[in-house]
């Protein structure tokens, strides 16, 4: 199971952005699907997942401005983030959970600038 990132990149505060993961391989069945992300000098934390049933959960931090979804037909979930700040610089990483397995993508730069 391979998970590709992408649509980080440096946007200024206020801005959007949109990141999309798809995961490819032998899946037979994906659960959970998220992101989480982590910032220089801190610790990995969890941004947003969405169940296969859609149900979502977000870090109180991100509330009201990211929006979790995804595409189960191209075993796609995707984060748009508006209204970033610079507190949002990380490197984001997206998730599945299939099989009673974690799997996890390599990772995607996001700066914010002020």
């Known amino acids: 199971v391979q998970l590709q990132a992408s649509g980080g990149g440096l946007v200024q505060a206020g801005g959007s952005l949109r990141l999309s993961c798809a995961a490819s391989?032998?899946?037979?069945?994906?659960?959970?699907m998220g992101w989480y992300r982590q910032a220089p000098g801190k610790e990995r934390e969890l941004v947003a997942a969405i169940t296969s049933g859609g149900s979502t959960n977000y870090a109180d931090s991100v509330e009201g401005r990211l929006t979790i979804s995804r595409d189960n037909a191209k075993n796609t979930v995707y984060l748009q983030m508006n209204s970033l700040k610079p507190e949002d610089t990380a490197v984001y990483y997206c998730f599945i959970v299939a099989g009673g397995m974690d799997y996890w993508g390599k990772g995607t730069q996001v700066t914010v600038s002020s």
């Open positions: 391989g032998s899946i037979f069945s994906i659960n959970a």
